[in-house]
Nanobody, 127 residues
Framework: QVQLVESGGGLVQPGGSLRLSCAAS????????VAWFRQAPGQERELVSS????????YYAVSVSGRCAISRDNANNTVYLQIDSLRPEDSAVYYC????????????????????WGQGTQVTVSS
């Protein structure tokens, strides 16, 4: 069964850090580009970060640039998103998604490019 499962969300104080995990089963993440999206209540889904099949290529939204790091661990079929200096406006449900058929250095950014989606993990930044 093909599945993406996010974990690592929770309640954190402003200025804190979180590392989100996206674990795949039923397929190899090594052959997919992967992205993290987020969606806050009443807002559109937003691309946060994306990593190509080659970890040398990454993308970060302006809203998280400098505070965020995406990485992949192909041996464990997992992609991570580290977010530091968290702000209340980072509060959202975070989803990971995988895009197949991508070139080694291609970074997908449009939602329609992603074949598989996880169920999401809630991140709440509040004091």
């Amino acid at each position: 069964q093909v599945q993406l499962v996010e974990s690592g969300g929770g309640l954190v104080q402003p200025g804190g850090s979180l590392r989100l995990s996206c674990a795949a089963s039923g397929f190899s993440l090594a052959t997919y580009a992967v992205a993290w999206f987020r969606q806050a209540p009443g807002q559109e889904r937003e691309l946060v970060s994306s990593i190509a099949r080659s970890e040398e290529r990454t993308y970060y939204a302006v809203s998280v640039s400098g505070r965020c790091a995406i990485s992949r661990d192909n041996a464990n079929n997992t992609v991570y998103l580290q977010i530091d200096s968290l702000r209340p406006e980072d509060s959202a449900v975070y989803y990971c998604a995988a895009a197949g058929g991508a070139g080694l250095y291609y970074i997908p950014t449009a939602s329609k490019e992603f074949r598989y989606w996880g169920q999401g993990t809630q991140v709440t930044v509040s004091s």
